[in-house]
């Protein structure tokens, strides 16, 4: 096959190669090319030391921060193209950073040190495919397997268990089995391995078009840095709208929903509370009162310790204290929704509730028709730029001082109850209706 190489990395493995020595695309870009996947990011191994990556390069922009574990990046057309010298990683001791590294000349050795099969390709146009661990076959038959021996390789580094999850999940590829066994295993190593990581493969992970079915088979590996998820398991809810356990209906919810980061940790988290808020009525039917504000409560520790950004902090606790909340396709109320939440986290909201619902017993389908037709309410609030918000309305707080109200906290009050009467109907948004509205309410004060 032939890869489609761009252009400026081309014009670095020519550079490379036109000094004498080999250069090839490797890792992620040429699994991702041979799958017809658009690559991430381009890799080049080469046989140049980085004394010699320098000099063949030497008319190009470029950057060292790497150059001790042998990355250069040379900055081709402002296109940063990352080269690494072969490569052989000493002793790991701390199951995460190899001791030292050695350069090689020899280009399967570099492979040999790499994650997996399906990652251990490289690539130029001269030479083709090089393959020295079978991982063409691998991108075949669709599998996940180490270069090498499993067990070995995860002691090591930890962060490899949580890769090989992650590619399950993004590539729909099964883990071969003794790879599979070894991770069933060897979950305790990730406890060396910094949050930071974690975070980011655990985020592809969720992401990933098979997070549903990894989560599943691999809960005890997800476990190790995500305990609270271990009593939703086999939690049965007892309760006519629910045919799974908790777990099962995560899971389920997870699946469903866009891959989003949002909106997957919020599906993952929104009932993680329920364990500790069961109880049985007289008819033996189970109920989670105040499961909401467990969950939210969980979820915010949980993605603080999991080092998530502020924006996705808040957010996903928002969404998960309010996937109950409860909404009807009726117009005022979205209006006064629209107004509380905003349109984006209110939309969000509802694709929440969806995934929710769908992840419920079957036959009380009609709540998904409902969450539609609350859709359809908020598209036509949008096209008809109709009110529900302070800066919708034809007043403004100098025009509300103007009546000779002093300046305060009760300014805002009187715009909120103007916004929430001209919500309601009971007041026209013009300037002259609500400031004699605003009147009124300042002469029955007096
Ligand atoms: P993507 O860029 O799509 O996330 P990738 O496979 O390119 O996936 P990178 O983190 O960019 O992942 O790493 C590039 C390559 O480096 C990998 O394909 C693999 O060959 C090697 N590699 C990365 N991380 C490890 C690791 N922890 N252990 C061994 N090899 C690794
Ligand atoms: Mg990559």
New binding site residues.
């Given amino acids: 096959m032939r890869i489609n190489i761009p252009p400026q990395v081309e014009f670095v493995i020519q550079k490379l190669t036109a000094m004498g020595y080999e250069a090839y695309l ?4 040429v ?2 090319s041979v799958l017809g996947l658009n ?3 381009w ?1 080049i191994t080469t046989s140049a030391l980085p004394d010699e990556i320098k000099s063949a390069l030497s008319d190009c922009k470029l950057i060292e921060a790497g150059v001790k574990h042998g990355t250069i990046t040379a900055l081709i057309d402002q296109v940063p193209v990352e080269v690494t010298t072969y490569r052989v990683d000493g002793k790991y001791s701390d199951n995460r950073h190899p001791d030292d590294v050695r350069f090689t000349r020899s280009l399967k050795e570099d492979l040999a ?4 099969t399906i ?2 390709l490289a690539y130029n146009h001269s030479d083709g495919i090089i393959d020295c661990f079978g991982g063409a076959e691998d991108i075949l038959n669709k599998q996940i397997r180490c270069v090498g021996e499993p067990t070995l ?1 995860f002691q ?2 930890g ?2 268990i949580l ?1 090989a999850l992650r ?1 399950s999940s993004v590539l729909s590829f099964i883990i071969e089995k003794n790879t599979s066994a070894s991770i069933l295993k060897s979950g305790g190593l990730l406890d060396n391995i910094a949050r930071e990581r974690i975070n980011c493969e655990f985020t ?1 992970l969720l992401c990933g078009k098979k997070a549903e079915n990894v989560l599943r088979d691999y809960r005890s590996v997800i476990e190790q840095f995500l305990p609270e998820i271990s009593p939703m398991a086999g939690f049965e809810q007892h309760n006519p709208y629910h045919i799974y356990d908790v777990w099962e209906h995560t899971l389920k919810s997870v699946g469903t929903i866009e891959a989003t980061p949002v909106l997957r940790l919020t599906m993952l988290l929104h009932d993680i509370g329920k364990p500790y808020c069961y109880t049985q009525d007289g008819k033996g039917i189970g109920h989670f009162y105040g499961h909401g504000e467990k969950s939210t409560e969980m979820t915010k520790k949980i993605l603080s310790r999991l080092k998530y950004d502020g924006v996705t902090i808040e957010t996903v606790t928002e969404l998960v204290k309010l996937h109950d909340l409860p909404l009807s396709p009726e117009e005022k109320l979205i209006r006064h929704r629209l107004n509380q939440l905003g349109q984006n986290k209110l939309r969000l909201l509802l694709k929440v509730k969806a995934a929710d619902a769908k992840a419920q017993n079957p036959i009380y389908g009609g709540r998904l028709g409902e969450l539609h037709e609350i859709e359809a309410v908020v598209d036509d609030i949008i096209a008809r730029s109709l009110c529900f918000s302070l800066k919708d309305l034809q007043v403004d707080g100098a025009d509300i001082i103007s009546l000779g109200i002093p300046q305060g906290p009760q300014i805002g009050r009187i715009l909120s109850t103007l916004l929430d009467a001209v919500i309601d109907g009971k007041c026209k948004n013009q300037f002259n209706d609500l400031m004699s509205y605003a009147q009124a309410m300042k002469d029955s004060k007096l």
């Fill in positions: 490797v890792g992620g870009c699994r991702d690559p991430n990011d890799d040190r790499r994650d997996f990652n251990a390789r090591e580094d962060l490899r890769r590619f592809k």
